[in-house]
């Protein structure tokens, strides 16, 4: 009986090749990884059990394809690339090839990022002008993101915050230049591609990550003079899944102020995490109501589902205005007793 290599993911195959290539080659090869990426790989080892040979000579030949196209691409260019590859494998096989290529190239601009320490990296870019600032914030981690913003100067702040929401897609011409001047203090090298960044979401994630007194200070300017935007950045700041990181009496002072068909609703489609959150926080009685309610809830629409969700998150947002209840903010907010 055959099987479909579609069954395989892009990080199934990652851990078969480094499987297949034993210990000591793939020990080397953490060397060069990120550590997400090593985490991921492990995971994905450790449910690796066994695999066909016929599954296995597919995935190394595949990679063994990607690596010939890389190689030909970086010493001859596109044009060459291919020319190369049509007379290897074919049109078809080369399409994919060449597309797969490209596909893995994206997001690969200012790589060298990942490594630097957020400290060394605000004092190369703190004199840039704004929208070079906000181009290469937009290539790092939103974590790091925030602590560079909560240090640069007021006004910057906002305009830096600003321009990464306008932020859409730019030329490898552009972002090559800005690497050239990060590159000549940091002596690394990365390679570019057309890729897409920066957004209202990225806002959003940077926003959960600043300290309070930022996020106030950008709030407060942004009313002022893009109050849409600093909605639309408000509504993303937080969903309804996050509602488990908020403690239990502030779940329960939500709940209350939540109408129970909105509860019913959203629950429907939640994760058992979730549930299993909302329903601790509540009474054995509204437990056993709403689980009920939900026996006999059928075709509901994932919008009707969406729309509960948001006017719980609206709650929270709410509470968190008047005072009653904090959003947890990455582990910034300081207790004092």
Not at 99 to 128: C, H, P, S, T, W
Not at 160 to 186: H, M, N, Y
Not at 283 to 288: A, D, G, I, M, V
């Amino acid at each position: 009986m055959g099987y479909s290599k579609q069954k395989l993911s892009s990080m199934k195959k990652a851990a078969s090749i480094l499987i297949a290539l034993g210990k000591d080659s793939a020990s080397e090869i953490y060397k060069y990884l990120h550590e997400d990426e090593i985490e991921e790989l492990s995971i994905q080892i450790a449910k690796t059990e066994q695999l066909s040979a016929e599954e296995l000579e597919d995935v190394l030949n595949e990679f063994y394809e990607l690596c010939i196209t890389q190689k030909v691409i970086a010493e001859g260019g596109q044009n060459y690339a291919r020319d190369v590859l049509l007379k290897a494998f074919g049109e078809q096989r080369t399409a994919a090839l060449m597309e797969r290529i490209e596909r893995l190239g994206k997001n690969q601009a200012f790589e060298f990022l990942r490594k630097v320490d957020y400290k060394y990296l605000l004092m190369i870019i703190q004199n840039e002008h704004p929208q070079t600032i906000a181009l290469v914030l937009s290539y790092t981690k939103p974590e790091m993101a925030s602590q560079i913003i909560a240090e640069l100067p007021k006004e910057t702040q906002v305009s830096v915050f600003q321009r990464i929401a306008t932020l859409d897609r730019t030329s490898p011409e552009i972002i090559g230049a800005v690497e050239k001047i990060l590159l000549k203090k940091l002596g690394t090298v990365a390679s570019v591609d057309l890729v897409e960044f920066g957004g209202v979401n990225y806002l959003a994630e940077i926003m959960n990550n600043v300290d309070r007194r930022t996020e106030k200070n950008i709030f407060d300017e942004l009313r002022a003079s893009n109050p849409d935007l600093a909605d639309e950045i408000k509504k993303r700041m937080f969903v309804f899944e996050d509602i488990v990181y908020l403690e239990s009496m502030e779940i329960q002072a939500v709940i209350r102020e939540c109408d129970v068909k909105d509860l019913t609703i959203a629950l429907k489609a939640a994760s058992e995490e979730i549930a299993d959150v909302i329903y601790s926080n509540m009474s054995q009685r509204q437990q056993e109501t709403i689980k009920n309610d939900l026996e006999f809830l059928h075709n509901v629409r994932m919008r009707d589902v969406e729309e509960a969700q948001q006017r719980i998150v609206g709650i929270v947002r709410r509470l968190e205005e008047q005072g009653d209840i904090v959003i947890s903010k990455g582990g910034k907010d300081e207790i004092i007793a």
